[in-house]
């Protein structure tokens, strides 16, 4: 596992000399670095489609509404995960306000019933948050168990 | 005794001759075998060089042929079109997984002093507020600028943490700051959407972990001024450690509204804010004493 001052330091170069395309590339590679170990996840895949709701029609012609269906995939250590939600963006004269509206959470079943606990949990209280941090500690839970009990065999 | 007599004899200056024979013997031998494996590399480096030499020739010979024959189609441009195809579309992907970091609640870029990380902050679904923390590398790590509200125990954290684990720090800011966005939604959205409950202005404290408020309860025609007071002790949370619920009236309350106060103080304590006048909207004027489990 990289240090912070690890990542950074390979990274400078790649700063150095960001007009060059592969240096871009590095750069970018050293972010992920930063992110996944930071959060504990990988991100492998995401994509955004986007659906304008506005009904032009309505009187109200100042409220604008966008619904963005997101796919989201990746991992952290050896449990793989796949995320389908939707947010509902309503942009009146006022705010702008953004909400999760739908949360899929799809993941290989495992013999841990926590597990399934509280991604059910997320899924019914559309947090996002919640998830991605409770499976970042389960997961350390795991690993802390494992080299506790490799320590007394 | 017997050094004398080798002395004498000459044996010692006879040995010495042998000696000097044997080294320069030995010499000899050296010289010879050095200008031996001397010539014999000189043989090979000629012949290496030749060969080098008739390759080399035989690598330009085949470039020219290559270009001749391939220079109407530009196959080096094609090539170097769909490189940079791939390459860009892997930028592409990459910088939207970057920005889908922000899901987890931590995101943010490298700099070139350090990493600026971006905390976002959400409640039951509601996307809210993103703050920052621009971070310099350095021994000491320190903060160069940030955007976290002053009522937030910032320096304590970053006393307590920073130095030895960034991501701890990072997690409990981020657990300070989703709880405080939570809270702040809730006192919202009772001020903007159940204002026809309340009696007065909502007080608040910037942290949002203190309200006061007053709010009419309605049954059989009567109305009841409840005083709620609401205390959020532990600031990673988004529902009160301490409800006071009394009443403003100079008669004592009938039992039956005693159990109302009573359940009232519980729900409080057991459902955010805005979901408690939600319960209130859809009963009605009664209140369901199934919602105090």
């Known amino acids: 596992r990289k240090s912070l001052q690890e990542i950074h330091q390979s990274d400078f170069g790649a700063w150095a000399s960001s007009k060059d395309r592969r240096g871009r590339l590095g750069h970018l590679e050293s972010e992920l670095l930063f992110l996944s170990t930071l959060t504990g996840i990988n991100i492998r895949n995401y994509s955004m489609k986007t659906e304008d709701l506005t009904n032009t029609e309505k009187t109200d012609k100042s409220i604008k509404k966008v619904l963005q269906r997101h796919r989201l995939s990746g991992n952290c250590h050896m449990i793989t995960f796949q995320l389908e939600f939707q947010i509902l963006e309503i942009q009146n004269k006022e705010r702008l306000s953004s909400v999760i509206t739908d949360l899929n959470i799809i993941m290989e079943p495992t013999e841990y019933s926590e597990l399934s606990e509280f991604v059910s949990r997320a899924e019914d209280r559309r947090d996002l948050l919640m998830f991605f941090r409770s499976l970042h500690f389960f997961v350390e839970w795991c690993e802390y168990r494992k080299r506790t009990f490799e320590h007394f065999k | ?293």
């Not at chain 2, 010879?32 to 590399?41: D, F, G, M, P």
């Not at chain 2, 990072?170 to 026809?196: I, M, P, T, V, W």
Request: glycine share 4%; aromatic share 8%; net charge neutral.
């Open chain 2, 1 to 293: 005794c017997e050094i004398a007599f080798l002395l004498s004899s000459g044996v010692l200056a006879h040995l010495e001759r042998l000696e000097m024979q044997t080294k320069r013997s030995c010499k000899n031998l050296e010289d010879l075998q050095r200008e031996t494996v001397e010539s014999a590399l000189g043989t090979k480096i000629h012949q290496l060089r030749g060969l080098r030499d008739r390759l080399r020739a035989e690598v330009k010979h085949r470039q020219a042929r290559v270009k001749a024959s391939t220079a109407s189609v530009e196959p080096d441009q094609t090539l170097e079109v769909d490189e940079q195809e791939a390459v860009e579309g892997k930028q592409e992907n990459m910088k939207a997984i970057l920005q889908a970091y922000r899901f987890t609640g931590l995101s943010g870029k490298l700099t070139s002093r350090g990493v600026c990380v971006c905390i976002s902050t959400a409640f039951e679904g509601n996307l809210l507020d993103s703050y920052f923390v621009d971070l310099i590398i350095q021994k000491p790590l320190r903060i160069h600028h940030h955007s976290i509200p002053v009522f937030i125990p910032l320096e304590e954290l970053s006393a307590k943490y920073l130095q030895t684990d960034i991501q701890h720090f990072l997690f409990c800011l981020c657990e300070y700051l989703n709880a405080y966005a939570g809270r702040k939604y809730q006192a919202d959205q009772l001020q903007s959407d159940f204002a026809g409950f309340l009696a007065g202005p909502l007080r608040r404290n910037s942290l949002c972990n203190l309200l006061s408020f007053t709010y009419k309860v309605e049954a059989d025609g009567q109305s009841f001024p409840f005083c709620a007071r609401l205390l959020y002790k532990d600031l990673t949370t988004t529902l009160p450690t301490d409800v006071t619920i009394t009443y403003q009236g100079t008669d004592a309350l009938s039992t039956l509204w005693e159990e109302q106060r009573a359940s009232h103080e519980n729900l409080f304590l057991t459902k955010p804010l805005h979901q408690v006048f939600t319960s209130f909207t859809r009963k009605g004027e009664k209140l369901d004493m199934s919602l105090v489990s």
